[in-house]
């Protein structure tokens, strides 16, 4: 049964263009912004992986019927997506921290601004 799985996901592409897409995240995020503490690498880790896991989910699902465009035009598809997701949410996450600390609300993280 493994052999069946790593063919369907290199034939159809879906689920390893999210793995791709979390590990080329991950080591572009680090390795531009190191992060300070535990909680700095929390906040890009954990959005990444939560983003990861509910694509992964449906991608694999997906994979049960070969892409119309191809294997290939799968695999950037999905990396692209999961990627930019990852993106915005690690953001967001990181924009509201920082304002709720502007504003004087009870600081989640003491970054300084």
């Not at 912004?33 to 939560?50: C, K, T």
């Amino acid at each position: 049964m493994p052999t069946a799985l790593a063919y369907r996901i290199v034939q159809h592409g879906r689920s390893a263009g999210v793995v791709a897409s979390l590990a080329v995240f991950l080591g572009l995020s680090f390795g531009s912004r190191p992060p300070d503490d535990v909680l700095q690498a929390l906040i890009v880790i954990l959005p990444a992986f939560q983003v990861a896991f509910f694509a992964l989910i449906f991608a694999t699902a997906q994979d049960e019927t070969p892409h119309f465009l191809g294997a290939r035009f799968a695999f950037s598809l999905w990396a692209a997506a999961s990627f930019v997701v990852m993106w915005a949410l690690v953001e967001a996450a990181q924009a509201s921290i920082r304002v709720s600390v502007e504003f004087g609300l009870p600081p989640v993280y003491s970054a300084q601004v």
